[in-house]
């Protein structure tokens, strides 16, 4: 060590093992905001972190970055055609995320040198770049915190726990009826079973690792319930241990082995095993889905994403048997609005709004409609009202308490798993303290926000950040539901969430901000009274007043209220 070096902690975990370990570091970079309030002997502290008004050309450079990648991926796509449609959709996805996550990294810290690890409760120094970052990339994907990798680590089934999903499952056979669903997605199955006008049992197919004992007692009240004639049962598939396909393990290793590209050769060690051993486990569990679809024979199955685990099974073999497959949406997506989103958005939209293994997706708005035709002009649309996102309520008027109620509700991403699109999590505090210097100079306004707590920033930390008693203007939502909190306010205020699709159903005033991007999550022609306002940190107060004083109702007009023919409703389907 010398005294040039930098010690890199990504999260709070890192700054408190430092605390306990360090002796002779002088200068650290802390990935993650609020961390220097943890850091102790912080004066005499050397300290860096990602600044703010540099994000927009390190995001710019990771989508260059990624685009290289990209085209190596399309190159040499041609060693995966040959593998089951379902898993290609979970490696398309594991994939794009995880480069995305591992550039955020990469570019942030690229330029810095003599960078220094602590990992495995050991101090590490590195003379050169590549050493550094590749030993970083290892600890983000063993973290425990880190939610995406610790699913790709996912286990293989006990024999208890397989023992009892098999008893679990032949309860469910002897639910069988005549009117079967077969669903993906727990919001979906509670949402078709209330739109269904007659007698239906739904099966939902839940991931293995979902399973807890409890199944078996709910799947043995629906079955004894006779009286009941609308009923969920919980099917979990269980792995075939006689199952083996050398061919992904042969196939995938020469796909990633022929990807020629220096940041992808970065994290190459550290994902290739884990996707290889994923894939393998998903195709063991291909005979149990078989046997559902075929014991069940229904005429199509519906799926609320395309992009991981038993969906993308359940989807893949019903393709095969000419059953449809429809895809409900469970987030808000619309069509690019500049150069970078046009890369990144139709790799986010696959698996969420259209998919390769899918015959219908269902548009549950104009906006939704209009982006299904943008990234699938192939696939078939359904029309519904909101299902899976969104409501149509009686809303209240927070004014006639004589405040100004302002809603913050966005969708920050860990690791900027989608840049550009979503905030990383240094963005969405950068973002909400400009917010709250901006409204401190505004009488009778209160600004609720519901803080999306992620492993860069826990509301411990958000609370010091934004300190709250001395802006007793700002609270923090304690409803779990989110109409609880939108029907009562009188502005949204998001960078990039489903929250903005929601609040224009029920035609609320909604702000866009950034402090240094412009980005229209929602991009949809309205009409011209009714249009989104967006703001930076050099509009905002002027944005902000607009708001408050046009006294313009909105009539958004993107829901469909019914006006679509039989054959394009969801209804005929359910």
């Known amino acids: 060590m010398?005294?040039?070096?930098?010690?890199?902690?990504?999260?709070?975990?890192?700054?408190?093992e430092f605390n306990l370990l360090n002796k002779e570091y002088k200068k650290v970079f802390l990935f993650s905001p609020g961390l220097e309030i943890f850091l102790k002997e912080k004066n005499e502290i050397d300290v860096y972190k990602p600044d703010p008004k540099l994000n927009y050309s390190t995001q710019k450079k990771?989508?260059?970055?990624?685009?290289?990648?990209?085209?190596?991926?399309?190159?040499?796509?041609?060693?995966?055609?040959?593998?089951?449609?379902?898993?290609?959709?979970?490696?398309?996805n594991i994939f794009f995320a995880t480069t995305f996550s591992s550039l955020y990294l990469?570019?942030?810290?690229?330029?810095?040198?003599?960078?220094?690890?602590?990992?495995?409760?050991?101090f590490h120094n590195f003379d050169n770049f590549e050493d550094f970052i590749s030993m970083f990339l290892e600890k983000m994907f063993f973290k425990n915190n880190q939610g995406f990798f610790k699913y790709l680590r996912s286990t293989k089934l006990s024999k208890i726990k397989k023992f009892f999903i098999k008893i679990n499952n032949q309860i469910c056979?002897?639910?069988?009826?005549?009117?079967?669903?077969?669903?993906?997605?727990?919001?979906?199955?509670?949402?078709?079973?209330?739109?269904?006008?007659?007698?239906?049992?739904?099966?939902?197919?839940?991931?293995?690792?979902?399973?807890?004992?409890?199944?078996?007692?709910?799947?043995?009240?629906?079955?004894?319930?006779?009286?009941?004639?609308?009923?969920?049962?919980?099917?979990?598939?269980?792995?075939?241990?006689?199952?083996?396909?050398?061919n992904i393990k042969k196939d995938l290793n020469k796909f990633f082995n022929s990807l020629k590209d220096k940041n992808f050769d970065y994290f190459k060690k550290i994902i290739v095993k884990p996707i290889i051993?994923?894939?393998?486990?998903?195709?063991?569990?291909?005979?149990?889905?078989?046997?559902?679809?075929?014991?069940?024979?229904?005429?199509?199955?519906?799926?609320?994403?395309l992009r991981f685990d038993v969906s993308t099974l359940l989807a893949s073999i019903c393709s095969k048997r000419n059953k449809d497959v429809i895809l409900v949406p469970h987030g808000s997506i619309s069509i690019p609005s500049d150069e970078?989103?046009?890369?990144?958005?139709?790799?986010?939209?696959?698996?969420?709004?259209?998919?390769?293994?899918a015959n219908y997706s269902v548009a549950q708005s104009k906006i939704s409609y209009e982006a299904i035709k943008y990234y699938d002009s192939k696939i078939k649309i359904l029309k519904s009202n909101p299902i899976l996102?969104?409501?149509?309520?009686?809303?209240?008027?927070?004014?006639?308490r004589g405040k100004f109620r302002f809603l913050h509700a966005s969708t920050p991403k860990t690791l900027s798993a989608w840049p550009w699109i979503y905030e990383n999590y240094n963005e969405y505090m950068d973002n909400i303290m400009q917010l709250v210097q901006s409204l401190k100079s505004f009488k009778n306004i209160e600004l609720v926000i519901r803080f999306r707590e992620g492993p860069e920033c826990d509301l411990n930390t958000f609370k010091k950040l934004i300190k709250f008693e001395k802006n007793k203007f700002v609270k923090i939502s304690?409803?779990?539901?989110?109409?609880?909190?939108?029907?009562?306010?009188?502005?949204?205020?998001?960078?990039?969430?489903?929250?903005?699709?929601?609040?224009?159903?029920?035609?609320?005033?909604?702000?866009?901000?950034?402090?240094?991007?412009?980005?229209?999550?929602?991009?949809?022609?309205?009409?011209?009274?009714?249009?989104?306002?967006y703001s930076n940190q050099k509009n905002i107060n002027e944005k902000l007043k607009l708001i408050m004083n046009d006294g313009i109702s909105r009539n958004y007009d993107v829901l469909w209220n019914n006006t679509f023919s039989k054959k394009e409703d969801l209804q005929e389907f359910i």
């Open 389 to 400: 996102f969104g409501k149509i309520i009686l809303i209240k008027n927070s004014l006639k």
């Open 62 to 92: 990771i989508i260059e970055e990624s685009k290289k990648i990209c085209e190596e991926y399309k190159k040499n796509f041609h060693y995966l055609e040959k593998l089951d449609k379902g898993i290609v959709e979970n490696i398309h």
């Open 478 to 533: 304690e409803n779990k539901d989110f109409f609880d909190d939108i029907s009562n306010t009188d502005c949204l205020i998001s960078f990039s969430s489903t929250s903005i699709e929601e609040a224009i159903f029920l035609n609320k005033k909604v702000l866009i901000h950034s402090n240094n991007k412009i980005y229209k999550h929602i991009n949809y022609k309205f009409e011209e009274k009714s249009d989104i306002i």
């Open 106 to 122: 990469i570019e942030n810290l690229r330029d810095y040198k003599n960078l220094s690890l602590l990992y495995k409760k050991d």
């Open 340 to 357: 970078f989103s046009e890369f990144v958005l139709p790799i986010v939209a696959r698996g969420l709004i259209y998919s390769k293994i």
């Open 173 to 246: 056979r002897i639910g069988k009826k005549q009117n079967n669903k077969l669903i993906s997605g727990s919001l979906l199955s509670k949402k078709i079973l209330e739109k269904s006008q007659k007698e239906l049992t739904i099966f939902e197919l839940k991931p293995y690792h979902d399973f807890k004992k409890y199944h078996i007692i709910l799947n043995l009240l629906s079955l004894l319930n006779v009286v009941k004639k609308k009923k969920i049962f919980f099917l979990f598939p269980v792995q075939d241990s006689h199952f083996s396909n050398n």
């Open 2 to 16: 010398n005294k040039k070096d930098i010690i890199v902690l990504y999260d709070k975990d890192d700054v408190l």
């Open 277 to 305: 051993k994923y894939c393998e486990n998903q195709e063991t569990f291909k005979k149990s889905v078989s046997s559902f679809v075929d014991f069940l024979d229904p005429k199509c199955v519906f799926v609320d994403q």
